[in-house]
Every structure is written in C-alpha cells, then in structure tokens.
C-alpha cells in the first residue's frame, strides 16, 4: 500500500478561485470608506525633489482633500461629494465612488516641510515634495586642556 502524503489545505486554492468568481460584480467599496489602495498613487523621483501623483475624480474644492507630510510618509484624505445623484430605484450599477478616503504612502527620501505644492486637474492630484538636504558634514575641533 503506497503512503500519500496528507494535504489538508489541497482545496483552498479551489475555494478562493470559486469566491472570486462569485464575488467578482461586488463592489469594491462596499460598507462604506474607501480603504487602503482603493485609490492609486505614483511616487517618483524627479531631479531635487519627490512627485506624488494619484487619480481622485469628483473633487470639486480645495475644502474636500487633505494632504499632511509626517515620519516620511504622505497621507492624503477627502471626501468625494457628488451633486447630480440618481435615485437608488432608478439605479441598475452603481460604480462611481461618493464618501470619504484616506491612503497613507511611504516616501521614498525624508522631504522639507517648507514648499510642498500641490495641484488638481482633471481628475488627477499632483504633490510636488522638495527633498530634505542632508546635513552637511561639520568638523568638530576638540579643545585640549
């Protein structure tokens, strides 16, 4: 009689393929708040300073974002108010996004504080971070008694 080796976890793989296929017409947003990666954000280097761009269609003030710069990370949050609603009964899909968001980004170089600037156009926030100027190197001369 051969030995087969036991594999209790075998099925699993077939059960998440079975939940996606099930689950695939859900709305991501379910429930409520946008989570983290609900909204796709771009970091990248240009010459002296960190560009983060990322796509949040349906900001119509300056009031709806927040963008903070602490410990090395970008946190942007808001919220995404839409005027012109459809009424639930008359809906079929409903796939645009309305209520609050918040994503939380490493940056990838410790930034200043001082002239971050940022900029909305259709559909796509823009935050330009000057990078921190490492300390210099300063010669310390040691006194002799």
Same mark, same amino acid.
Request: aromatic share 8%; charged share 35%.
């Given at each position: 009689m051969p030995l087969v080796p036991y594999e209790p976890f075998k099925h699993l793989n077939t059960i998440r393929r079975e939940f996606d296929r099930v689950?695939?017409?859900f709305p991501a947003n379910f429930g409520g708040e946008h989570g983290f990666g609900d909204i796709r954000v771009d970091v990248h280097e240009a010459g002296n300073e960190i560009v983060a761009s990322c796509d949040i269609p349906g900001?119509?003030?300056?009031?709806?974002?927040?963008?903070?710069v602490e410990n090395n990370m970008?946190?942007? #949050?808001?919220?995404? %108010?839409? #005027?012109?609603?459809?009424?639930?009964e008359n809906m079929h899909r409903k796939e645009?996004?309305?209520?609050?968001f918040h994503r939380a980004v490493a940056l990838p170089a410790p930034v200043s504080r001082e002239?971050?600037?940022? #900029?909305?156009? %259709?559909g796509v926030l823009e935050v330009r971070m000057p990078k921190d100027k490492p300390d210099e190197k300063k010669r310390i001369d040691v006194e002799f008694h």
């Open positions: 689950f695939a017409d900001l119509e003030s300056k009031e709806d974002v927040h963008i903070e970008l946190h942007i #949050s808001g919220t995404i %108010n839409r #005027s012109s609603e459809v009424k639930e645009r996004f309305t209520g609050r002239g971050i600037r940022a #900029s909305y156009r %259709n």
